[in-house]
């Protein structure tokens, strides 16, 4: 009787780390590791660019909202005014 209880409880706690696993975004969710050679390029080519949605481009000082959108990519530029990074966020 204690294995089969024992077994329940292992069961239904691996139930709930698949769960928790579901919850966890995509790191690359928003495709930004499919334009990662975009770093160090001027924002210029954003002009030539048709950008998802709801795409921000950051510049330094810039406020930006703190919500989390797995699906919305972002692009920050730095202070010599090229692309320092681009994320999903």
Same mark, same amino acid.
């Given at each position: 009787?204690?294995?089969?209880?024992?077994?329940?409880?292992?069961?239904?706690?691996?139930?709930?780390?698949?769960?928790?696993?579901?919850?966890?975004?995509?790191?690359?969710?928003?495709?930004?590791?499919?334009?990662?050679?975009?770093?160090?390029?001027? *924002?210029?080519?954003?002009?030539?660019?048709?950008? *998802?949605?709801?795409?921000?481009?950051?510049?330094?000082?810039? *406020?930006?909202?703190?919500?989390?959108? *797995?699906?919305?990519?972002?692009?920050?530029?730095?202070?010599?005014?090229?692309?320092?990074?681009?994320?999903?966020?």
């Amino acid at each position: 009787m204690r294995a089969l209880i024992g077994l329940l409880v292992i069961l239904s706690l691996s139930g709930c780390e698949e769960e928790v696993a579901d919850a966890v975004p995509e790191e690359n969710a928003c495709g930004a590791a499919s334009m990662s050679d975009l770093i160090g390029r001027s *924002p210029d080519v954003f002009a030539a660019m048709i950008l *998802p949605v709801g795409s921000r481009i950051i510049y330094p000082g810039m *406020p930006i909202t703190q919500d989390y959108r *797995p699906d919305r990519i972002n692009f920050d530029i730095g202070p010599d005014n090229r692309i320092t990074r681009v994320w999903c966020g």
